[in-house]
């Protein structure tokens, strides 16, 4: 059975840092392209970071390229996404998704998710003083 599972969120203050998990079991996320979404209370999904496949390459939205930074251990079978600087705006459910679709444009990158994609169920950041 295929599960991934988040872990990592909590509270924290403007400011702070926080590291989301991105742990998998019953497949081998190095196979994938692997993407960070998050939901705000409601707001629509947005995704905001993807790292690939194969040669690792990156990719952020606009609002947080510089202070997120996502990276994979394939012998942990885990990805990561280590959050700086974090801001209220930030506040927000997030999950990680396999095989999303990136696309860049003039206006900056999009990443979009897949409706075969395998999911996890979230864990929640707050950025709150």
């Known amino acids: 059975q295929v599960q991934l599972v988040e872990s990592g969120g909590g509270l924290v203050q403007p400011g702070g840092s926080l590291r989301l998990s991105c742990a998998a079991s019953?497949?081998?996320?190095?196979?994938?392209?692997i993407g960070w979404f998050r939901q705000a209370p409601e707001k629509e999904r947005e995704g905001v970071s993807y790292?690939?496949?194969?040669?690792?390459?990156?990719y952020y939205v606009r609002s947080v390229k510089g202070r997120f930074t996502i990276s994979r251990d394939n012998a942990k079978n885990t990805v990561y996404l280590q959050m700086n600087s974090l801001k209220p705006e930030d506040t927000a459910v997030y999950y990680c998704?396999?095989?999303?679709?990136?696309?860049?444009?003039?206006?900056?990158?999009?990443?979009?998710?897949?409706?075969?994609?395998?999911w996890g169920q979230g864990t929640q950041v707050t950025v709150s003083s």
């Open positions: 790292i690939s496949r194969s040669t690792g390459s990156t």
């Open positions: 019953g497949l081998t996320l190095g196979y994938y392209a």
């Open positions: 998704a396999t095989d999303p679709k990136v696309v860049t444009t003039t206006e900056g990158v999009l990443i979009s998710s897949d409706p075969n994609g395998y």
